[in-house]
């Protein structure tokens, strides 16, 4: 019995503390922020540019990237690879100067 009530005090600290909220930041498993590549084929996430109604908000950063929405533009060892299309895209995004994440 106390075994059961100190693993669900673990369990409520850890809800608070925002360890679920980095799943929100994902799409199709991937995580939103990091190092990004830019490619024309075999991307892991297909993205379209908007100016409204956006799944999520981008700012281009040079360093430290570890925020949802910061992206930093890499030409080699990326986190993940993006393709931007025209239609049927997997993410829309805008950039913005400030507060990134997602909306």
């Known amino acids: ?14 809800s608070f503390v925002g ?3 980095a799943a929100e930041c994902e799409a199709k498993g991937i995580r ?3 190092r990004v590549q830019v490619v024309n084929a075999f991307a892991d996430l297909k993205v379209q540019v908007v100016d409204a109604f956006a799944d999520l908000d981008v700012q281009r950063v040079n360093a430290l990237p570890n925020r949802c929405g910061e992206w930093q533009m ?3 060892f990326p986190d993940f690879k993006i393709q931007f299309v025209d ?10 100067n400030a507060f990134p994440g997602k909306r």
Request: no cysteine; glycine share 6%; hydrophobic share 60%.
């Open 32 to 34: 939103l922020y990091g």
């Open 1 to 14: 019995m106390r075994l059961f009530l100190i693993a669900l005090a673990v369990i409520t600290v850890f």
């Open 19 to 21: 360890v679920a909220g």
């Open 87 to 96: 239609s049927f895209p997997d993410l829309k995004i805008r950039y913005v």
């Open 74 to 76: 890499v030409t080699s």
